[in-house]
C-alpha cells in the first residue's frame, strides 16, 4: 500500500474533472454541439462554471485512498459515478419542469426537451464508457465485470425511486413516512453508497471490508437526505431570515410527511389546503412551519439524520486496516455535511 501523509481534497476534484473531461470530449465536427451541452451542464465550459460539489466522486475516491493510498487508479470510476449522477438531474430537470439549475438555464430549457433527453441519454452511455479504461490501468476483467454490474443496479433502483416519487406527486394523498424512507434510499442512499463501495472494491477483496464501506455509504446517503430535509426548511430561515424554500415550493419531504401522519386531524386538514395553495404568503409559509413543529416533525427527522450519520460513523470505526489520512476525511465530510 502507498501510504498518504496527507490527502489533497482539490486535487482529487481537478483529477476527477480532468477524467470526465477525457471522457466528454468532441468526437467530430457533426456531433460536436451534443458535447457542448455536456461541458455546459456538467459546468466545465469555462473556469468560473457552477459545477456541483462533485460529493460522490469524491467519497469513492477516498475510500479507494482510504485502503489503497493514492486515488489516480480509481479515477474511471469517479467519472462514471459523476457522470451517473448529472444523467439523471438532466432528466429530472426535465420531469420536474425546473428552468434553472445552479443559478443558469437548464438543458431543457436552453435547447428543448428532445435535445435534453438525448443529452441525458448520452451522459448515461459516456459514464458506461468511463468504466473501460479501468481495464487499461491493470483491474481484472472480473472486477470491472463487477464494478459495471453494482453501477447498472444502482441505475435501476434510481430510476425506481424516481418512479415512486413521480407517481405519489400525482396523487392527492401524501405518501407514508416508510415509502418515502424507501424512495430516498433508492433516489439518493443507493448511488452514494454504489460510489463509496466501487471505491472500495477497486481497492481490495477483503469482502468483509467491502460490505462495512456499502453500509457506510448506505447510512450517509440516508442521513445526507434527511439533513436536507431539515435544512429546506429551517435552515434557510435561520441563516439568512428567507422564507423556507421546500415549503414554498410545496416539497413533501420527511416533516411534511410526518405531520400528515402525526398531527390532529385539525391540523392535517389545514396542513392540505395550505399545501394545495399555488403561492402561499409568509404568512401562511410560517403557520406550515408551526404546524410541523408542533407535530414533532423537526425533532423527528432531526433525529433520524443524526440516527444515520452516528450508524455511518460506526461502519467507519469499525474498519482497522485503513490510511489514515483518508479515512479523517470521510469523516470529516460525515460531520461537516449532516448537521441537523
Known amino acids: 500500500m502507498t501510504v498518504t501523509?496527507?490527502?489533497?481534497?482539490?486535487?482529487?476534484?481537478a483529477d476527477t474533472e480532468a477524467e470526465i473531461l477525457r471522457v466528454v470530449r468532441d468526437r467530430e465536427a457533426a456531433t460536436s454541439g451534443v458535447y457542448e451541452m455536456i461541458r455546459y451542464h456538467l459546468g466545465l465550459d469555462?473556469?468560473?462554471?457552477?459545477?456541483?460539489?462533485?460529493?460522490?466522486?469524491?467519497?469513492?475516491?477516498?475510500?479507494?485512498?482510504?485502503?489503497a493510498g493514492d486515488h489516480a487508479a480509481a479515477l474511471p470510476g469517479a467519472a462514471a459515478v459523476e457522470l451517473g449522477h448529472n444523467f439523471s438531474l438532466v432528466h429530472d430537470d426535465i420531469e420536474d419542469g425546473d428552468v434553472e439549475r445552479r443559478h443558469r438555464a437548464t438543458l431543457w430549457a436552453l435547447h428543448g426537451v428532445p435535445q435534453a433527453i438525448n443529452t441525458g441519454d448520452l451522459i448515461f452511455s459516456l459514464s458506461r464508457v468511463a468504466l473501460h479504461r479501468l481495464s487499461d490501468l491493470?483491474?481484472?476483467?472480473a472486477k470491472v465485470l463487477r464494478l459495471m454490474r453494482l453501477y447498472d443496479?444502482?441505475?435501476?433502483?434510481?430510476?425506481?425511486?424516481?418512479?415512486?416519487?413521480?407517481?405519489?406527486?400525482?396523487?392527492?394523498?401524501?405518501?407514508?413516512?416508510?415509502?418515502?424512507?424507501?424512495?430516498?434510499?433508492r433516489k439518493t442512499a443507493a448511488l452514494i453508497a454504489a460510489s463509496?463501495?466501487?471505491?472500495?472494491?477497486?481497492?481490495?477483496?477483503?469482502?468483509?471490508?467491502?460490505?462495512?464501506?456499502?453500509?457506510?455509504?448506505?447510512?450517509?446517503?440516508?442521513?445526507?437526505?434527511?439533513?436536507?430535509?431539515?435544512?429546506?426548511?429551517?435552515?434557510?430561515?435561520?441563516?439568512?431570515?428567507?422564507?423556507?424554500?421546500?415549503?414554498?415550493?410545496?416539497?413533501k419531504t420527511l416533516p411534511v410527511l410526518y405531520a400528515f401522519e402525526h398531527a390532529s386531524a385539525a391540523e392535517r386538514s389545514r396542513l392540505a389546503e395550505l399545501h394545495a395553495k399555488a403561492a402561499p404568503s409568509e404568512v401562511e409559509v410560517a403557520e406550515v412551519v408551526a404546524i410541523?413543529?408542533?407535530?414533532?416533525?423537526?425533532?423527528?427527522?432531526?433525529?433520524?439524520?443524526?440516527?444515520y450519520r452516528d450508524?455511518?460513523?460506526?461502519?467507519?470505526?469499525?474498519?482497522?486496516?485503513?490510511?489514515?489520512?483518508?479515512?479523517?476525511?470521510?469523516?470529516?465530510?460525515i460531520n461537516s455535511v449532516i448537521t441537523a
Open 5 to 13: 501523509n496527507d490527502i489533497d481534497i482539490a486535487q482529487m476534484l
Open 46 to 67: 469555462g473556469v468560473d462554471g457552477p459545477r456541483g460539489k462533485r460529493m460522490r466522486p469524491l467519497l469513492g475516491l477516498l475510500a479507494y485512498a482510504s485502503i
Open 138 to 141: 491493470g483491474f481484472s476483467d
Open 153 to 185: 443496479e444502482t441505475c435501476v433502483l434510481l430510476c425506481e425511486g424516481q418512479y415512486i416519487d413521480i407517481a405519489t406527486s400525482a396523487q392527492d394523498e401524501p405518501m407514508t413516512v416508510d415509502l418515502y424512507f424507501d424512495m430516498i434510499g
Open 196 to 251: 463509496i463501495e466501487a471505491g472500495a472494491l477497486l481497492a481490495t477483496d477483503d469482502e468483509e471490508v467491502i460490505g462495512r464501506y456499502r453500509r457506510f455509504g448506505w447510512s450517509l446517503g440516508l442521513a445526507f437526505q434527511l439533513n436536507d430535509d431539515v435544512l429546506g426548511i429551517w435552515g434557510e430561515e435561520h441563516r439568512t431570515g428567507k422564507v423556507p424554500t421546500d415549503v414554498v415550493r410545496h416539497k
Open 292 to 307: 410541523l413543529e408542533r407535530a414533532g416533525a423537526d425533532t423527528f427527522t432531526r433525529a433520524q439524520a443524526r440516527h
Open 311 to 333: 450508524a455511518a460513523l460506526a461502519e467507519l470505526d469499525g474498519l482497522a486496516v485503513v490510511e489514515p489520512a483518508a479515512r479523517g476525511k470521510l469523516a470529516g465530510i
